[in-house]
Structures are given as C-alpha cells and as structure tokens.
C-alpha cells in the first residue's frame, strides 16, 4: 500500500495470475474502493461501497470486474481482521 497524499487513502498495486493489473483506492474509512492509477487518481465510475454491498457502474470487462472485486474483498477483510487496512497482500487463492 501506499498512501494518497491528496485523499490519504490507500492505493493498492495488483496483479491477477491472468496476468490483470491495475491499481485499487481503498478511502480513509476503509469502507469504499474504486480503480485507480497509480497515483491514486479515480478510473472510471466503478465504486463498490462495503456499508451496502453494492457495486455502482461495474467495469464492463467481466475479467477486470471480477479481479476488482476478489481484490476489495480482500482487502476488506483484512481491515476486519487486523482492525486497520494491511500494509500489503501478498497472495490470496480463490
């Protein structure tokens, strides 16, 4: 992870053994994810919010809609587990 010095979110690097990559904005809270560059700059319209479960204007390429969600799932997860946003995930099996 690192951090967003315009939003202080987290901007996360990943890489799907389908050879996907992109990058993922988790906010401050911890509770919404967008794609984004490397920099933390929003991609696109996509949103996911974890208070409602819902995915607003999902990416239309099944295979990077899939990946962004494995990959929020993820990370919200660890945020329960550890009580904070990891630092980084190294592997995750689906």
């Known amino acids: 992870m690192i951090a967003s010095l315009d939003t202080g979110a987290g901007v996360y690097a990943w890489t799907t053994v ?4 992109g990058n993922i904005l988790i ?24 208070r409602v479960g819902n995915v607003q204007n999902p990416d239309p390429d099944p295979g990077v809609r899939t990946a962004f ?6 990370l919200f997860m660890e945020k329960e587990r550890q009580g904070r946003l990891p630092d980084a995930v190294t592997r995750t099996y689906w």
């Open 69 to 74: 969600l494995k990959i929020a799932a993820v």
């Open 18 to 21: 389908e050879g996907i990559t």
């Open 27 to 50: 906010d401050p809270e911890g509770v919404i994810a967008r794609p984004c560059t490397a920099a933390g700059d929003p991609l696109g319209d996509t949103l996911l919010d974890k």
